[in-house]
């Protein structure tokens, strides 16, 4: 670099790529007790090893001090038509700063996509978890490896770990067999002083074992995630509706197919409790006269085009009544002078002469829209979410009206634990969250699962200090336990809970309310410049999705003794080896 300009521009570019935040995870005091832990985190290199760097599993996050490991043969096994993905480590070891570049030689088949690996605070770990179950004790608090940034090269802090992401695209039609490749990491000196342009270069080399299987798209398992459009418009500070919100919108559903979602929530209506002043509610809504409602369905119209263009194939409606109990109706908005009003008082009954007037004027409409559109026989419908066993008698009510007034309204589901819902035929899809799920799966009635906010502990979630690879046994355990779907709350949640007050994802996430919510339930992507930045809860997710699917391929039992250790979603292996050992069995046609 020629000048200080030129530099500055350069470590400011690499700091926003690297979502550098000025966090100090290690304090130490200057005493001769802390001298020893001085020097076991900060040890000296002999041999002029100035940057250590290793091939890594997808399933081991490395923290800031994540001992470097010794660069070591690595395999990975595949089967055709998948994505695999792994890391590649680097420490640096001196007191001087680098700048590290990384490119892969012999991948060209494979399209390899190279990530930087971001670092994000976490200021507490999930609560009413044993130690045995968290990832990061002994980093955590701290910084934790989560965004994918969209960058090659990187800047190599003093005694320091990194690493980058990498994904490989095996194609359908490419041979089977072993393939070499070589990742080459280039590094110099950089930063005033200290041996500045001093260079180096590093390989590592990878084999890629391709098997036979060409896995096909997962069937009869849907994914559901909802996505909050407020979020956007307040992160970005786009208008509503506006040109660049839908380009954004489309980004995100775009992304949310590619990693395993093939249902898309249509927020037609309103569903967040609080009063907004900027709703994301699809219909236009006008009343001429007290209790005469016109819907104009230009914009659903529009929505349900965007989305048939980029192949989503099943939608999922608004729900009619507010969560929690069933006790009032969903926020329904129309605009007057400029400002969006409710229809209703927000504590009005939800079996009121009022609410019961909009469905009588609003049901048959959309109707006919679904039938306009032709996805009445692909869409999923709500009551309301999350009522418990006390509201059985409300929500059984809600069910009447919707079979007088809607009864072509099926499948419904909801989110809802209480088995009774279930027994008792309340509803067409009921999805209890993991604890409920036992008793759903005992009783052989028909289910999707969700987790939200909860289940800690031993249950499989995906939080920031959730271990990757209990994390990744989702697809094993929502095949041996016969979930036909899952839904989860947080896409893109980076408001804070029930507000339309924005939080930086990049530093707060748990919507401001931990410890009710822990780090990273919230959101599992980031906002980028022109659409999402992935994370690594987020592609280890859809690698999770993939094994269901190699599992479909393969055609395997969903209680073949294999999955004998499988006992329930707190209950089950979680380690890697377990993962690599079944699949490499079922790849290899063990």
Not at 240 to 263: C, E, N, P, R, Y
Not at 428 to 441: E, F, N, R, T
Not at 565 to 589: C, F, G, H, R, V
Request: with cysteine; hydrophobic share 40%.
């Amino acid at each position: 670099m020629k000048s200080n300009d030129d530099r500055r521009s350069f470590l400011k570019k690499i700091a926003i790529s690297s979502v550098g935040v000025s966090v100090m995870p290690y304090a130490f005091a200057d005493s001769a007790v802390n001298a020893k832990a001085r020097a076991e985190v900060f040890p000296v290199i002999a041999d002029g090893e100035e940057l250590s760097c290793w091939l890594e599993s997808s399933l081991n996050r490395i923290f800031p001090q994540s001992p470097a490991k010794q660069a070591a043969p690595f395999e990975l096994l595949a089967a055709r038509n998948s994505r695999i993905s792994f890391q590649i480590g680097f420490r640096n070891n001196t007191l001087k700063v680098k700048k590290l570049d990384c490119t892969i030689e012999g991948a060209e088949e494979l399209k390899p996509l190279v990530r930087l690996v971001g670092l994000v605070p976490m200021y507490n770990f999930t609560p009413l978890t044993r130690v045995e179950e968290l990832d990061g004790v002994g980093h955590l608090p701290g910084l934790v490896p989560d965004p994918l940034m969209p960058a090659i090269n990187a800047i190599a802090d003093p005694y320091a770990s990194r690493s980058f992401w990498v994904t490989l695209n095996i194609p359908a039609r490419i041979k089977p067999g072993k393939y070499n490749l070589k990742v080459n990491l280039t590094w110099e000196n950089v930063y005033f002083g200290l041996e500045r342009g001093k260079k180096g270069t590093v390989s590592l080399p990878l084999e890629i074992n391709i098997a036979q299987m060409v896995v096909k798209p997962r069937e009869n398992f849907h994914v559901l995630h909802w996505w909050r459009g407020e979020a956007t418009w307040n992160y970005y500070k786009t208008e509503m509706f506006d040109d660049k919100w839908w380009q954004l919108t489309k980004a995100h559903f775009i992304d949310m197919l590619d990693h395993g979602s093939d249902v898309i929530y249509v927020p037609v209506l309103f569903d967040i409790k609080p009063v907004f002043k900027r709703p994301c509610q699809l219909l236009i809504v006008d009343e001429p006269s007290p209790g005469k409602y016109v819907f104009d369905w230009s914009r659903v119209k529009k929505f349900m085009t965007m989305c048939k263009e980029i192949g989503v194939k099943k939608f999922e409606w608004s729900h009619l009544w507010v969560y929690w109990g069933l006790e009032n109706p969903v926020r329904v908005y129309k605009k007057v002078n400029n400002e969006f009003v409710m229809l209703w008082p927000p504590d009005i009954s939800g079996f009121s002469d009022t609410f019961i007037n909009f469905l009588k004027q609003f049901l048959p409409q959309f109707h006919k829209f679904l039938l306009e559109e032709n996805v009445l026989q692909d869409s999923y419908f709500h009551i309301s979410d999350e009522p418990s066993a006390k509201h059985l008698d409300n929500y059984r009510k809600a069910k009447n009206v919707l079979k007088e007034l809607a009864p072509w309204m099926h499948p419904i589901m909801d989110a809802l634990s209480n088995i009774e819902y279930g027994k008792q035929g309340l509803v067409d899809i009921p999805v209890p969250q993991l604890p409920g799920a036992k008793a759903y799966y005992e009783a052989k009635i028909p289910h999707w699962v969700y987790y939200c906010t909860a289940p800690k502990g031993d249950y499989l979630n995906r939080f920031f200090d959730t271990p990757l690879a209990k994390l990744r046994m989702g697809g094993f355990l929502f095949y041996h336990l016969k979930a036909q779907g899952f839904l989860h709350w947080g896409y893109n949640y980076w408001n804070k809970l029930e507000t339309e007050e924005i939080l930086d994802p990049f530093n707060h996430a748990d919507a401001g309310v931990y410890p009710e919510i822990p780090y990273g339930d919230p959101f599992v992507v980031y906002p980028g410049p022109d659409g999402p930045i992935s994370s690594i809860r987020w592609e280890v997710f859809a690698e999770s999705l993939q094994d269901y699917a190699i599992l479909q391929t393969a055609g395997i039992d969903p209680d073949d003794q294999r999955f004998a250790a499988l006992k329930t979603y707190a209950d089950y292996p979680k380690s890697e080896a377990w993962i690599q050992k079944t699949l490499s069995d079922i790849l290899n046609k063990k």
